[in-house]
């Protein structure tokens, strides 16, 4: 049982590149969702999908994009990267109802853009 | 717009000392606010607290849900040089499948 596992742990990009950020969770949650941490703030929501099909805006979604074609599988694009975009992502899942606050971290992924 | 504040920012105290740490919120329809611990990498749950469930411990961790003060405190006990991490408050607002995050709590416990 491997939990939510996100791929790359680190990633250097230029400005202006494209990227996908991989997440996948072993534990059939319904809801994943994607944050991004940075130094004073917190984590921001991003974007989150409560099942397979159905995906919708966080707190800070522009330059984002997400799909949800699987119940495992959650990627967050980057579709032109900016230094702004320079953080830390976190992705989450957790099980449907109240249980959908028990949220369930992956490891990180370090990004850093040029 | 929905909103979560911890303090202190940053804490450095002594192995032995107790701490507190303050989480304050103001969201629409509060539904549940949890603490999480942040080492190295992901964030681990500790506690969650309801209308139905005000109080928590765990060893010598415990947290107080004061709804009347839209407020939380976490107390660490006799601590550790492993309870230095950043703790972290989140709160989920009523109808909405998401956590409102605040800034975190840095912890360092020095021998």
């Known amino acids: 049982n491997a939990g939510v596992t996100q791929t790359p742990k680190f990633q250097v990009l230029k400005t202006g590149q494209s990227m996908t950020l991989q997440c996948a969770q072993d534990?059939?949650?319904?809801?994943m969702s994607w944050y991004r941490q940075d130094p004073g703030m917190g984590l921001r929501l991003i974007h989150y999908?409560?099942?397979?099909?159905?995906?919708d805006q966080g707190e800070v979604p522009n330059g984002y994009n997400v799909s949800r074609s699987t119940t495992e599988d959650f990627p967050l694009r980057l579709l032109s990267a900016a230094p702004s975009q320079t953080s830390v992502y976190f992705c989450?899942?957790?099980?449907?109802?109240?249980?959908?606050?028990?949220?369930?971290f992956g490891a990180g992924s370090r990004l850093t853009v040029l | 717009e929905d909103k979560v504040v911890q303090s202190p920012l940053s804490l450095v105290v002594h192995e032995g000392d107790t701490v507190t740490l303050n989480c304050s919120y103001e969201v629409t329809n509060f539904r549940s606010l949890l603490w999480y611990k942040q080492e190295k990498k992901a964030p681990t749950f500790l506690f969650m607290l309801?209308?139905?469930?005000i109080e928590k411990k765990s060893g010598r961790l415990s947290s107080i849900l004061d709804k009347k003060e839209l407020s939380s405190i976490l107390n660490i006990t006799a601590t550790q040089t492993g309870d230095s991490a950043i703790y972290l408050c989140?709160?989920?607002?009523?109808?909405?499948?998401?956590?409102?995050f605040g800034q975190g709590t840095r912890l360092t416990i020095n021998p």
């Open positions: 989450a899942s957790s099980v449907g109802g109240i249980g959908a606050n028990v949220l369930t």
């Open positions: 999908s409560v099942g397979a099909g159905i995906t």
């Open positions: 534990m059939n949650h319904e809801y």
């Open positions: 989140a709160v989920r607002p009523g109808g909405a499948q998401k956590l409102v």
């Open positions: 309801t209308s139905s469930g």
